[in-house]
């Protein structure tokens, strides 16, 4: 496994439209080990595929209830709202208020291209809208409705 670099926000590959995974091979296998481990180190919740520069439609979560990897994903239904302070890997220092579906059942393709669906709430809707909207070329910074600063504590 390997540490990725994480682009930022001027990096024109997160306005791009990722294109579906067709190879579920070794070489996604690894890309998704890499993905996991970046989103570790960097202690973020969701990462994108494109954040790692590359354009296809791929994420990973975990919002503690341990790691999902979303491959393909679709937003089936979305229920709820809720609103809250979201940021971003590739937006370091940028927070502020998001409204979001508050529960969300989302079908995707697991690392053997297996198809499977899964009901997300709360934190885990808003990470997994999160990382879609990534796939589609769209940033929360989009959907803010109001900018907050949070000061660096450590
Ligand atoms: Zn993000």
Known sequence: MAIRK?????????????RPV??????????????AETLYKAQGLGLAAP??????RIAVIDVGDGLIELIN??????S?????????LSCP????????????TVKAQDRNGEFFEIELKELGAR??????DHLDGKLFLDLVD?????SEEE
Not at 80 to 88: F, L, S, Y
Not at 127 to 132: F, G, K, L, R, S
């Open 73 to 78: 994903p679709v937003i089936l239904k979305s």
């Open 146 to 150: 109001e900018f907050v600063e949070i």
């Open 127 to 132: 990470c997994a809208c999160h990382e879609i």
């Open 22 to 35: 067709e190879k579920f091979d070794k070489k996604l296998w690894q890309l998704l080990d890499d993905m």
């Open 51 to 56: 954040q790692v520069g590359i354009r296809r």
């Open 80 to 88: 709820g709202k809720q609103r809250d302070v979201e940021g971003c």
């Open 93 to 104: 220092d940028q927070w502020g208020y998001v409204v979001r579906p508050n529960e969300c």
């Open 6 to 18: 994480i682009v930022t926000k001027e990096d024109p590959v997160l306005r791009a439209q990722c």
